[in-house]
């Protein structure tokens, strides 16, 4: 069983939970994760709850949450310091974090892709693995490179890769040994994607869910075996999905949220049935970022389209979706934060956006510009914006107005990859590095009783 997701409260209601039930969650999932840890021979004496850890795309329950100790008001040296740093090879993956190690991806000498285990405090390399794979792409990604792209995933006892050529190779986390590996071009006779695995594995008890292969799929994490496929596209360049799958109740019905390039759509894990599904626009297919949810209403941002809010609804066992409502505005790679009910979007006009989720009702758009990415963190009513060229800020989750707390520039290199954030650490992958941050809050085992503590 994977603690860290299947415990987790359904993404559309996590902010919606009383802070009993939230306590309640908080304390079973950090007991089970302290017992997965130890059974996996992990070392726990930097990972005794959830807040230590930020095993996959956009953290432990995938929304870009962190409850851990309270950021400082300032970025400056006094309060954000660097703590090591390693050179390597180019990667868009975000690094995660599990136990005393932290993960990151890199594509070496325009041919191998590797993944390497440090230890989180120290920066000394634990263990490496890599493998021949890397690739080309077309058009407008190959002005940013030819880099691995998906970020990693880790259930405390093996780590799941993709690689660029729709492989998905799953390791011992505690060694690197190679357990399984899945080749979707030889295993589904299906084309080699034109923009690479890009989609970011999720990782859900027994199971890992992938978009690859042109289709969205579910293998047994032990085995590698395939459980079920559908969403099967004709491959290619509209097979090259560019987001990534996520859980979320919607309709009262617990469900995965797929967005292809054309269309989101929900699917039953048990069996892979589509329960339903919805055209998106977007230029080229350019539906790039993760979909977020709240209560009932689904949240997409696209190049080239529109931001929407979708309604769905279930009715005899029937689901529909609807247009609740939609917005000019265009997002582009950036998925954004929810707080409250107001999503903080950055847009393809680079700026920062705050919409209510269920209303599309604008409530400021940013008079200032950011790089042409950025990945958000939020804790509580302050959000961490990391942007694509190098400068990390904080904003507070004002309703009324933009409101930016710092900023500092951290790197004069790229750092398209998403940032990780576990205990008081800071971990941000440059284009070619990785580099460790502390910040100056006591380092907090476990949180109070009255935040969940055990």
């Not at 959830?50 to 400082?72: E, I, K, V, Y």
């Not at 191998?112 to 405090?121: G, L, M, P, Q, S």
């Not at 919805?278 to 709240?294: C, H, K, S």
Request: proline content about 5%; some cysteine.
């Amino acid at each position: 069983m994977n603690p860290l997701s299947r415990l987790s409260p359904p993404v559309s209601a996590t902010l919606e939970h009383d802070n009993v039930t939230q306590r309640h969650f908080m304390q079973i999932k950090t007991l089970i994760f302290l017992a997965l840890l130890l059974a996996s021979g992990m070392t726990a004496s930097a990972a005794t709850s959830l807040d230590s850890a930020w095993p996959q795309w956009r953290g432990p329950n995938r929304n870009g949450q962190f409850t851990g100790p309270a950021w400082p008001e300032k970025l400056d040296t006094n309060h954000l310091q660097p703590a090591w740093r390693v050179e390597l090879a180019p990667s868009y993956s975000g690094p995660i974090v599990a136990g005393d190690r932290v993960f990151t991806t890199e594509t070496k000498d325009k041919k191998f892709e590797a993944v390497t285990a440090y230890d989180r405090k120290t920066g000394k390399e634990i263990w490496r693995a890599q493998w021949e794979g890397a690739m080309t792409v077309p058009f407008f990604a190959k002005s940013n490179g030819d880099w691995i792209r998906a970020t990693p995933a880790c259930d405390g006892e093996s780590l799941f890769v993709a690689g660029m050529r729709d492989l998905l190779v799953c390791l011992d986390a505690q060694t690197g040994k190679e357990r399984w590996r899945f080749d979707f071009v030889k295993k589904m006779e299906a084309p080699a994607p034109d923009f690479g695995f890009v989609c970011s594995p999720l990782v859900e008890g027994e199971f890992v869910y992938v978009q690859a292969g042109a289709s969205f799929v579910k293998l047994n994490k032990r085995s590698g075996e395939l459980v079920w496929r559908t969403l099967a596209e004709k491959g290619g360049m509209m097979g090259s999905v560019f987001s990534s799958p996520m859980f979320a109740e919607l309709a009262g019905q617990r469900q995965l949220i797929v967005q292809t390039r054309e269309k989101l759509a929900g699917v039953d894990p048990a069996d892979g049935k589509v329960l339903w599904e919805q055209p998106v626009e977007a230029f080229r297919g350019m539906n790039i970022l993760t979909p977020v949810a709240y209560k009932d209403t689904l949240f997409s941002s696209t190049y080239g389209g529109k931001t929407i809010g979708f309604k769905i609804a279930q009715a005899a066992g029937k689901f529909t979706v609807t247009e609740a409502w939609k917005h000019k505005a265009q997002g582009y790679m950036s998925t954004p934060v929810i707080i409250d009910g107001i999503a903080y979007e950055h847009l393809k006009s680079q700026r920062v956006m705050a919409i209510a989720v269920e209303t599309g009702r604008e409530l400021w758009t940013s008079d200032q510009s950011f790089g042409k990415y950025m990945s958000l963190v939020a804790q509580g009513d302050r959000i961490l914006g990391l942007d694509q060229r190098g400068e990390l800020f904080l904003f507070r989750a004002n309703q009324k107005q933009f409101e930016q707390i710092d900023k500092r520039k951290l790197t004069d290199g790229e750092t398209w990859a998403h940032l990780a954030v576990a205990d008081n650490q800071l971990f941000i992958r440059e284009l070619n590095a990785m580099v460790a941050y502390t910040w100056s809050t006591p380092f907090a085992v476990v949180p109070r009783i009255d935040e969940g503590k055990l």
